[in-house]
């Protein structure tokens, strides 16, 4: 097993912190794993991404020229990856704000509408969480279990009171993708 | 602390290994990308547990000194830092090499010439591995590519520091510095005893008991016959580190017909673009050099015997490719690739290079 994800958004959108618990959850899941960010400036509100590998064998290059996953979150970063992902693969984003959707007929291309979801959550804050639980409803790679040992690895322990509301917004996320 | 998986940035698994190591003393100053050892060090706090000194000094000049006066002292003390830092640094590492004194210095590569960029690069190659600040000295120079080697180089960097009373440096880059991978830490060891520093370095400036003469710790030498007996002894060093550390990883290159040379985490976007090629039928294999110097020259003699071409990957504008041609005494071609100024190629991008530059390979 070998996926090779990549992540992309505004900074801010919890681009980094995603890919963060998604390779929590593969080393609980005892996966080889890779995070590897675009670092600097982007990260005070341009553009961010970050490539995420799991394997169950070591990881060569943690640089990549396709994915067999793409999560976007606006538009420049659909423009910048749609092209990105190989044939056959995945292709997750968010319709809010996008004006140029997707067009690709050789990958899947499931939209999430996480920004709705997260104004009816009441809280912007878990955005990134129900792009997640999207994410493994559609590839599996992880089992909840794990992304929720992820979380708590993650995050310092004084907002361990945020657990519950990460849980119930991967778990809307995962809703999310089934009913699309 | 027991041994611990973890999963960490490079700069992180650095500031862990140290704590880990033992290390008497940290003297740095922020710049990106390498800022996070320094963070981690302060978050980690060691001062309350193993007596660690962790210090922001007031400058890069001003850190190296501090590790200057600790290494006198015997302690393991390291600094960090980045391509213009260490520039900033190389008088104080000039005069560590000529103290005979044992250092470890990071490097987390960014792309210069002048202040540059925070991005990835490999353009302070020949500056780390032909000595850098003024005289004949060199650095044993080591080149993680994995945040594994980031944590593990740190207490081979001081093992080997002290062992030939040279410094040590570990020379990164910006992708192996910022991102996370898993990474088992060593289980801690406390750190040494004066009694067993006193003894273990001999040398060293402890406080000098009635029983022994001064030891002093001096560059400044007026007499020429006697600078160049010092002198004489520094190479005898030097050679003794090339004969017993060089260190080289290999990677599909039994049956290789090219060969690509590459180090740091370039090395790995290069196994990925030999995945490739094999899947296409091109016999290529990698040597990576993790010790740059002392560097691998026997090891790429021998295979350039046994090859048609050979490529060195690099992020600058071909630095290490000189040291490879040595060693390839001019027997088959030896191109380069390399992107500058922060960028960084992507497997497919080696791999067209390489094609363009050995189209015999595909048979």
Request: proline share 6%.
């Amino acid at each position: 097993m070998k996926e090779e994800i990549i992540i992309a958004g505004f900074g801010g959108q919890g681009v980094l912190s995603m890919g963060k618990i998604l390779a929590y959850a593969g080393l609980m899941d005892d996966l080889e794993v890779t995070w590897m960010p675009s670092y600097g400036p982007e990260q005070r509100g341009g553009t961010a991404n970050v490539t995420v590998i799991l394997s169950d064998s070591p990881i060569s290059s943690p640089v990549l020229d396709s994915y067999d996953t793409a999560v976007l979150l606006n538009q420049q970063s659909i423009d910048k990856f749609e092209s990105k992902v190989k044939p056959g693969g995945t292709l997750i984003y968010d319709p809010y704000g996008v004006h140029t959707p997707p067009t690709r007929t050789d990958i899947s291309i499931v939209p999430v509408q996480a920004m709705e979801a997260s104004f009816e959550m009441a809280s912007a804050k878990t955005y990134n969480m129900l792009l997640l639980g999207a994410l493994l409803k559609i590839r599996g790679l992880v089992p909840v279990e794990s992304v929720m040992k992820g979380l708590k690895k993650t995050l310092p322990e004084r907002h361990h009171h945020l657990l519950p509301q990460n849980e119930a917004a991967i778990l809307r996320g995962m809703e999310l993708a089934r009913t699309e | 602390m027991e041994e611990e998986v973890r999963l960490m940035k490079g700069n992180e698994a650095i500031a862990h290994a140290a704590i880990r190591y033992g290390a008497d003393g940290y003297f740095g100053y922020p710049i990106t990308p390498q800022s996070e050892i320094l963070e981690t060090l302060e978050a980690e706090m060691p001062w309350e547990t193993t007596g660690m000194v962790v210090l922001q000094a007031e400058s890069e000049v001003a850190a190296i000194n501090m590790v200057y006066g600790g290494a006198a002292c015997g302690k393991a003390v390291f600094t960090s830092s980045s391509s213009p830092g260490i520039s900033l640094k190389q008088e104080g590492i000039s005069y560590i090499a000529a103290g005979e004194l044992p250092a470890l210095i990071i490097n987390v590569m960014r792309g210069g010439p002048g202040l540059g960029t925070i991005h990835p690069s490999q353009s302070d190659y020949f500056q780390a591995t032909k000595g850098g600040g003024h005289g004949d000295y060199h650095l044993i120079v080591l080149a993680p590519s994995t945040v594994q080697e980031m944590a593990d180089f740190v207490g081979l960097g001081f093992d080997l520091a002290f062992k030939y009373r040279t410094p040590a440096m570990i020379l990164a880059d910006g992708i192996v510095g910022q991102m996370m991978e898993k990474v088992v830490l060593p289980p801690a060891r406390p750190r040494r005893t004066p009694e067993q520093i006193a003894e273990q370095c001999p040398w060293a400036v402890t406080g000098r008991p009635a029983t022994r003469r001064p030891n002093v710790i001096t560059t400044l030498e007026l007499d020429s016959a006697m600078m160049e007996k010092h002198n004489e002894r520094y190479q005898q060093t030097y050679r003794l580190i090339e004969q017993n550390e060089v260190r080289y990883d290999e990677y599909m290159t039994s049956d290789a017909e090219y060969l690509i040379v590459a180090f740091g985490s370039i090395a790995r976007i290069c196994q990925k673009s030999i995945e490739d090629a094999r899947s296409r039928g091109i016999k290529v294999g990698l040597i990576r050099p993790i010790t740059l110097w002392p560097f691998p020259t026997e090891a790429i003699r021998q295979l350039s015997r046994r090859v048609k071409g050979v490529m060195v990957v690099e992020l600058n504008a071909g630095q290490m490719i000189e040291d490879v041609r040595i060693a390839v005494e001019g027997r088959v071609p030896v191109c380069h690739f390399g992107r500058m100024g922060g960028i960084v190629p992507n497997p497919q991008e080696v791999l067209d290079s390489f094609i363009a530059d050995f189209p015999d390979s595909r048979h």
